[in-house]
């Protein structure tokens, strides 16, 4: 068995290489039709567009993301072609969840942000929006939640956050690309903050840059980005927190991916699963003058991040291909 594999997926190799008889690592952005023509199986991230143009003509029957999205798999592509595929369906809800939690803390803290007096809306309320829903509600804020698919409504025009948890779509009853848009923004009420840790499309960039200029929108946290790894350099600076879509990048997630995809491959190829992949420990300083928001941020805090990006614009993908080790806390 072959597999080529996206080489910026950590802490697979020992198992791959154990289960495998040929694994050829490559840069996501750069795998090429003749990098996979006698491969059985594909592992990718987000960087690499699986469609005919790749796998055409290949002998690949099998490719997985690492990833909980997939809009970069054409998957009635797959699907004619007999190749079966996955994804790893809320495998970094809980280090997106964190992030979520460390930029309200910091709203709190840096912007006025008074979670008791404060209604926070949640769009998409699958793996990540159910745990948003739910920190959120520890932290005080009243919740409202929009998910049209499971029959979920409200009004997010009187919210005070909005915060973004949903896959990008272009068509079907209830398409998301762009659904935070002109109209959309020029229609609150009220001055959100707004949080967009979903895909870089859900919320139209230019509308959102006019949006902070006038004070339509208080202010901004994106991870992600139309365009990426190029991003529009005036959002980028006008936004509160900006990061390289790296929201979902604890070693937590990471290893809960492996984990789906190494299953995947055994079911798909017959293989008895003997791996099972943990974390890397990570030491945190905790004192005990502590508060409960001061261990969060201690754990992770995005302005880290978003420092390093705002120095470098131009370093996006090098800022994600190597991320530093971050652990979840564990509450």
């Known amino acids: 068995m072959k597999l080529v594999v996206d080489d910026k997926i950590p802490y697979i190799r020992e198992a791959l290489e154990e289960m495998a008889d040929e694994v050829v690592y490559l840069p996501g952005s750069g795998i090429g039709a003749s990098d996979v023509r006698d491969a059985d199986a594909l592992i990718v991230r987000t960087r690499t567009r699986c469609d005919e143009a790749l796998l055409g003509g290949s002998r690949v029957g099998f490719v997985a993301t690492a990833t909980i999205g997939y809009d970069h798999l054409d998957t009635n592509y797959l699907e004619r072609a007999g190749i079966k595929w996955m994804n ?4 970094n809800a809980g280090s997106v969840a964190q992030y979520v939690r460390s930029a309200l803390i910091l709203l709190k803290r840096e912007r006025g942000l008074r979670p008791e007096k404060s209604v926070l809306g949640v769009v998409g309320c699958g793996h990540v929006g159910s745990k948003v829903r ?19 409504h409200c009004d997010l025009r009187a919210c005070d956050v909005i915060t973004y948890h949903v896959p990008l779509t272009h ?8 659904m935070a848009d002109e109209a959309f923004l020029t229609s609150l009420t009220r001055r959100p903050f707004l949080i967009n840790t979903s895909r870089g499309s859900v919320v139209d960039n230019d509308a959102l840059l006019r949006a902070l200029r006038s004070g339509q929108v208080a202010e901004a946290v994106v991870d992600v980005w139309e365009g990426e790894p190029e991003v529009n350099r005036e959002l980028l600076e006008r936004v509160f927190i900006g990061t390289p879509h790296i929201a979902g990048y604890s070693a937590d997630g990471k290893v809960n991916a492996d984990n789906m995809v190494i ?16 974390p890397p420990e990570v030491s945190i300083r905790l004192s005990d ?10 754990y992770y805090n995005p302005r880290e991040d978003s420092e390093r990006l705002k120095c470098v614009p131009k370093q996006f993908e090098f800022f994600r291909g190597n991320y530093p080790l971050r652990r979840e806390k564990k509450c």
């Open 171 to 178: 068509d079907g009853p209830y398409p998301t690309f762009h």
């Open 88 to 91: 790893c369906p809320g495998c």
């Open 134 to 152: 739910d920190l959120a509600r520890e932290m005080g804020f009243e919740v409202v939640v929009s998910d049209p698919p499971l029959g979920m």
């Open 289 to 298: 003058n502590d508060t409960k928001e001061d261990q969060f941020l201690r």
């Open 263 to 278: 299953e995947g491959l055994c079911r798909h190829f017959g293989i008895e699963n003997r791996w099972h992949i943990e």
